[in-house]
């Protein structure tokens, strides 16, 4: 079946740092990859995705390429800042249309 | 961006009672509607693909007499937790897809609801 295996939390780093997360999966097919970000009490929001190998996703400073020889989608960001204090999910989606998530990153990030 | 609603939420209730959570897409028509469930610290665990005008598809593990869905509209699907407990208290997302966008294949999830039962 389907997995998403995330870098354990949580994760500290001091503002203007630079971010990580690592993120590997499983899947048959050719799944797209998902980054979502949930801040505490809310409910999910995408912050990027890729569709195909190669392809990186980018928003918010936040970027992730689609590596399909590793099988990974990591997400990177060169300098964090308070704000970007929340859980990160990697995810993927098949053609089946559903998702499966990794178990969540805690990113607190200190001034 | 595709906007999803969850109303309320959050809920207090008493043990024995049942709850109805909804989940609208307000700015696009989603044929399927997924519901979640989050504990603490955890993941989503996915309960239902709910399907507009068929029966919900309920993932291995959760009782669908207990979690009633009706996906009514092409913009509306309700979660109705039934004789609730203590145990049920969690933290219930949905999400949606829209089938039209360039980006089909993308969850627009709510803002959740958070259940607890006294």
């Known amino acids: 079946g389907n997995s998403v295996t995330q870098m354990e939390g949580p994760v500290t780093l001091s503002e203007e740092a630079f971010l990580t997360i690592n993120c590997t999966y499983t899947a048959t097919g050719y799944p797209s990859l998902f980054w979502y970000v949930q801040y505490p009490g809310e409910g999910l929001q995408l912050l990027l995705k890729a569709t195909k190998a190669d392809d990186k996703g980018s928003n918010k400073g936040f970027e992730a390429t689609y590596r399909k020889e590793t099988t990974s989608f990591h997400l990177e960001k060169g300098s964090v800042q308070v704000s970007d204090s929340a859980v990160y999910f990697c995810?993927?989606?098949?053609?089946?249309?559903?998702?499966?998530f990794g178990d969540g990153t805690t990113l607190t990030v200190k001034p | 961006g595709a906007v999803v609603s969850q109303h309320p939420s959050r809920v207090i209730c008493k043990s024995g009672t049942s709850v109805k959570i909804e989940c609208r897409s307000l700015?696009?028509?989603?044929?399927?509607m997924f519901w979640y469930r989050q504990f603490p610290k955890q993941s989503l665990m996915l309960m239902a693909t709910?399907?507009?005008?068929?029966?919900?598809?309920?993932e291995q593990g959760v009782e669908k007499d207990k979690f009633l869905i009706n996906h009514a509209s092409l913009t509306l699907s309700t979660l109705t937790v039934t004789s609730a407990h203590p145990e049920d208290s969690s933290f219930y997302i949905c999400s949606a897809r829209d089938p039209d966008s360039y980006f089909a294949d993308t969850q627009y999830f709510g803002p959740g609801t958070r259940l607890t039962v006294l």
């Open positions: 995810a993927l989606n098949t053609n089946a249309g559903k998702s499966t």
């Open positions: 709910s399907n507009e005008g068929s029966k919900a598809t309920y």
């Open positions: 700015d696009f028509q989603a044929t399927t």
